[in-house]
């Protein structure tokens, strides 16, 4: 049965809870660069403290869950991080799956919970058909909202306008926020679908720039990189021109414009926590860390 979810507003936060339960938190209403969305992580947050931890995954997706890591500790950490300010529309989760991508993270993401038993609890509009997120909420054939090409139609559903924060967009959230507390396999999915990223992430970067024999250190800032895009559309021939140099660990993470020298700075410091990251060499023939 579908779960009927309130929103309850204190000045910018915003609360919700299911079916008369008690309230959990969603966002804090922010603004960026001209849009208004919600926010969630940030100092005395409110939202459930849901954070990965490799130690959790080890056993299920070896090496990988501690090499997504790095990045997940830049993006927040929390199973419920949420973003609806920017570009994108809609990100969420612990390696911040964003809307806009189109067969991106968040869509296998969104695909997958559309997949699981509960879903129909929390998403009765929507179903999958052709193996696309489909809007059922008609008398006709379902709509698709996303297709090889493009999300909008997805984005828009999810959070209808950059303007001001929406019901919609508050709904969406707290449904996303509720179901992945309360259903290990919503939280299961975040990881296999980040650790599928990295290993694609390390097939690609191998064939453009030659990564066999490359440190896990080095190699996870190239993945990095690509999660995050921050190195544009030079990024290949940046990254030949780290791994050429002659401390090719710091110059990847030089990668990218001065504003995001917090996240590499973190990102440093994270892979460095990590000592074995600068032994373990990527296998190319393994297609592993050895």
């Given at each position: 049965m579908a779960i009927l979810f309130t929103i309850l507003r204190d000045g910018n936060q915003f609360f919700a809870s299911a079916d008369?339960?008690?309230?959990?938190?969603v966002g804090r209403r922010v603004p960026y660069e001209g849009n208004i969305g919600l926010y969630n992580i940030f100092a005395g947050t409110k939202i459930e403290?849901?954070?990965?931890?490799?130690?959790?995954?080890?056993?299920?997706?070896?090496?990988?869950?501690?090499?997504v890591e790095p990045t997940a500790a830049c993006e927040g950490r929390n199973f419920l991080t949420l973003n609806t300010y920017d570009s994108a529309f809609f990100t969420f989760g612990f390696g911040q799956f964003a809307a806009h991508v189109p067969e991106g993270d968040f869509v296998i993401y969104f695909r997958t919970i559309l997949g699981?038993?509960?879903?129909?609890?929390?998403f009765p509009n929507l179903t999958l058909s052709g193996g696309h997120i489909c809007n059922a909420d008609s008398r006709s054939a379902p709509v698709p909202l996303e297709d090889k090409d493009s999300t909008a139609r997805l984005m828009k559903y999810l959070n209808p306008d950059l303007s001001e924060v929406q019901d919609a967009e508050v709904i969406n959230a707290a449904k996303l926020i509720h179901l992945t507390s309360k259903v290990p396999a919503?939280?299961?999915a975040q990881v296999r679908i980040m650790t599928d990223a990295y290993r694609e992430f390390?097939?690609?970067?191998?064939?453009?720039?030659?990564l066999d024999g490359r440190t896990a250190a080095?190699?996870?800032?190239?993945?990095d990189l690509l999660h995050h895009g921050r190195g544009g559309r030079m990024l290949w021939p940046l990254v030949d021109a780290a791994l050429k140099s002659r401390n090719p660990f710091e110059s990847l993470i030089d990668i990218g414009a001065p504003r995001w020298k917090s996240r590499k700075d973190k990102l440093k410091a994270e892979?460095?926590?990590?000592?074995d990251f600068a032994t373990l060499r990527w296998n190319r023939a393994g297609g592993s860390f050895v």
């Open positions: 008369g339960g008690p309230r959990f938190y403290r849901l954070n990965y931890s490799a130690a959790d995954y080890t056993n299920a997706f070896g090496f990988w869950a501690r090499f699981l038993p509960e879903a129909a609890d929390y919503a939280r299961d390390m097939r690609r970067g191998d064939a453009r720039v030659g080095e190699c996870c800032v190239v993945a892979i460095r926590a990590r000592p």
